[in-house]
């Protein structure tokens, strides 16, 4: 857990090389890290799981960003 954000250039690598939906997962610490994985690479979704437990980022932060 680094909370320094996802790997965008691990998950662009894996995304072109396989046929099926890929999830960003690992890395969160904002809710901008969530706007960057989207913008920087073609994810069908990335986990937020981690952030909300440790409660570090609330589900209205993250909608919020992603406007």
């Given at each position: 857990?680094?909370n ?10 894996v ?5 099926i ?13 969530f ?6 690479t ?26």
């Amino acid at each position: 857990m680094t909370n320094s954000g996802f790997g965008h250039e691990r998950i662009r690598q894996v995304r072109s090389a396989v046929s099926i939906p890929v999830i960003a997962s690992s890395g969160a610490g904002s809710a901008q890290h969530f706007v960057n994985i989207f913008r920087a690479t073609n994810v069908e979704a990335a986990l937020t799981a981690g952030i909300f437990h440790r409660q570090e980022v609330s589900v209205s932060e993250i909608i919020e960003a992603m406007r």
